[in-house]
C-alpha cells in the first residue's frame, strides 16, 4: 500500500467527461489498496474568465476581492470530482483552503503556504475515504481567502504531499511528462524520463509551466518524489524529478529549453554615473513588490552611464511611472522601454564541466539571425532577451544546436 497525492490540472478537469476519467483512476488506485488525496484545479479556461469579468470593471482589480473571486474556480472542481467519486462507490469529501486548513501568509494573489493541518485528510484516509482538496487557494491568519499565484494548484498539491508524509506526489496533466522543450512549440522535443530538482526549478523558474516553480522548490526541500504524468494515457511512468544526477555515460550539456512570452524591459540613458543610482531607481521599483530579474549597467563614459532592467509585462506600466518619477527628481537622463520582448534560457547541471556553452547558442541564434538584447548567466543556465517575433525559431534553433529532438510526437 502507498500514499499518494495526485493532482488533477484545469484540461484534465475541464468537461463532465475529464472528471469522469480521473474518477476512473482514482478507483483504480483505490481498488489496488493505495491511499489516495486528491487536489484539482479550476476546470480549464475558467480562471482566466474570471480574471477577465474582474477586469471589465476595475482597471486594476482590488487583490484581496480578486481572490475571492479566483478561488471559486477550484470550488466548482472538487464538489464535481467528489460526485463523480460517490457515483462510483468511492467515498470522498472536498475540502476548500479554510476547511482543510491551508494556512498562507497574508499576500493576495501570489500567497504562500505557511502551514497544513492534516487532521481531517489524516482521518478521511484512515476511514477510507478520498479527500478532493482545492488547488490553488489558501486562508490566511484574519480567515482571509488567498491564491498562490497562477499554476499554484501544483504548489498545493506537493504542499499537501509533504505535510501528510505522500509516497509520491503525482502531478498529472495534458502531456505526458516533462520534455526538453514546451512540446507545443517544438513538436519533435523528447520526454525526460528523469531531471533532477535543480533543473527542474531552474526551468519552472525560467517560464516552463508545466510545473509551478515554488512546488519544485518545496519537493526538493522536503524529498518528495515528485512525478508528471498524462491524465489522457494510462501508459508510462512520465518524468520524475528527482535529486539524483544522470547516470549514463554521457550527462547532456543542456537538459532543456525554457522561455517566458511575458517580459519588458526598460532603459534609462545618460543616467548621472555616480554611486547610489542604481538603488535609486531600484529600490522605489522593488518596494512597489515588483520583481526586477535581469540588469545591466554600461562602463561609463563622460559621467554618464547606461542601465537596463527587465521585470515581467504586468508590471511594465507600473515600474515605467517610478522610473519616470525617478528620473525626473534626478534631473538627468532618457528612459525608453520595450514590453515585446522575450527570455529564452537553456538550462543542464552538465554546464558546469563544459565550456563553449554559450558560444554555441548564441551561434545558433545567429545563424538565424536573431540579435540578443540581454544575457545573463548562471552556473546552469544561460539566459537571453530577444524581440518576441523570434521566440519559436529561436528556441527551435537552440534545441536543434543542443542536439535535443527525439522521434517527432504524434499530436494528440
Ligand atoms: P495544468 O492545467 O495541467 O496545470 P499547464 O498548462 O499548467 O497544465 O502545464 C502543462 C503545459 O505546459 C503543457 O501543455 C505544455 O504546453 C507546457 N510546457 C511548457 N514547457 C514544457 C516542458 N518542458 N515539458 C512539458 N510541457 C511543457
Ligand atoms: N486555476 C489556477 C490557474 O489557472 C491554478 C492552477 O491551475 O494551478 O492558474
Ligand atoms: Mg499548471
Do not use: W
Not at 53 to 69: G, M, T, Y
Amino acid at each position: 500500500m502507498a500514499r499518494y497525492v495526485q493532482k488533477y490540472g484545469g484540461t484534465s478537469v475541464g468537461s463532465i467527461e475529464r472528471i469522469q476519467a480521473v474518477a476512473e483512476r482514482v478507483a483504480r488506485f483505490k481498488a489496488a489498496g493505495h491511499q489516495v488525496v486528491v487536489v484539482v484545479s479550476a476546470m480549464s479556461g475558467e480562471t482566466n474568465r474570471l480574471v477577465e469579468l474582474a477586469a471589465a470593471i476595475q482597471d486594476d482589480p482590488a487583490e484581496r476581492e480578486l481572490d475571492v473571486l479566483l478561488a471559486s474556480g477550484e470550488q466548482v472542481s472538487v464538489a464535481l470530482t467528489c460526485m463523480a467519486l460517490l457515483q462510483r462507490g468511492i467515498q470522498a469529501r472536498s475540502y476548500l483552503a479554510h476547511q482543510v486548513a491551508i494556512r498562507t501568509n497574508g499576500q493576495h494573489t501570489r500567497s504562500r503556504i505557511e502551514k497544513i493541518d492534516t487532521e481531517r485528510l489524516q482521518r478521511d484516509l484512515e476511514a477510507g475515504c478520498v479527500p478532493v482538496v482545492a488547488g490553488f487557494q489558501g486562508v490566511d491568519a484574519d480567515g482571509d481567502v488567498t491564491t498562490l499565484g497562477r499554476g499554484g494548484s501544483d504548489t498545493t498539491a506537493v504542499a499537501v504531499a509533504v505535510a501528510m508524509g505522500a509516497d509520491e506526489c503525482q502531478i498529472y496533466t495534458d502531456v505526458d511528462g516533462v520534455y526538453t522543450t514546451d512540446p507545443r512549440v517544438v513538436p519533435s522535443a523528447r520526454r525526460l524520463d528523469r531531471i533532477t530538482f535543480e533543473e527542474m526549478l531552474e526551468m519552472a523558474s525560467l517560464g516552463s509551466k508545466v510545473l509551478h516553480p515554488r512546488s519544485v522548490e518545496f519537493a526538493g526541500k522536503y524529498g518528495v518524489p515528485l512525478r508528471v504524468l498524462s491524465s489522457f494515457e494510462d501508459s508510462g511512468d512520465g518524468t520524475l524529478i528527482t535529486t539524483e544526477e544522470s547516470h549514463a555515460m554521457e550527462q547532456p550539456i543542456i537538459s532543456g529549453i525554457a522561455f517566458a512570452r511575458d517580459e519588458a524591459k526598460i532603459t534609462i540613458q545618460g543616467a548621472p554615473d555616480v554611486p547610489g543610482v542604481a538603488s535609486k531607481m531600484l529600490g522605489p521599483v522593488s518596494a512597489m513588490g515588483i520583481e526586477v530579474d535581469m540588469i545591466v549597467q554600461n562602463v561609463g563614459a563622460d559621467g554618464q552611464t547606461d542601465f537596463t532592467f527587465t521585470v515581467k509585462r504586468g508590471d511594465y506600466a507600473d515600474a515605467m511611472k517610478i522610473v519616470l518619477g525617478v528620473v525626473e527628481d534626478m534631473g538627468a537622463g532618457d528612459v525608453t522601454g520595450d514590453n515585446r520582448i522575450v527570455k529564452v534560457s537553456a538550462v543542464g547541471v552538465g554546464m558546469r564541466s563544459h565550456a563553449g556553452v554559450a558560444t554555441k547558442m548564441f551561434d545558433a541564434l545567429a545563424r538565424e539571425n536573431i540579435n540578443i538584447q540581454m544575457i545573463s548567466t548562471s552556473e546552469i543556465k544561460i539566459s537571453v532577451v530577444l524581440d518576441e517575433k523570434y521566440l519559436e525559431l529561436a528556441v527551435r534553433a537552440i534545441h536543434e544546436a543542443f542536439e535535443l529532438s527525439g522521434e517527432a510526437r504524434e499530436e494528440a
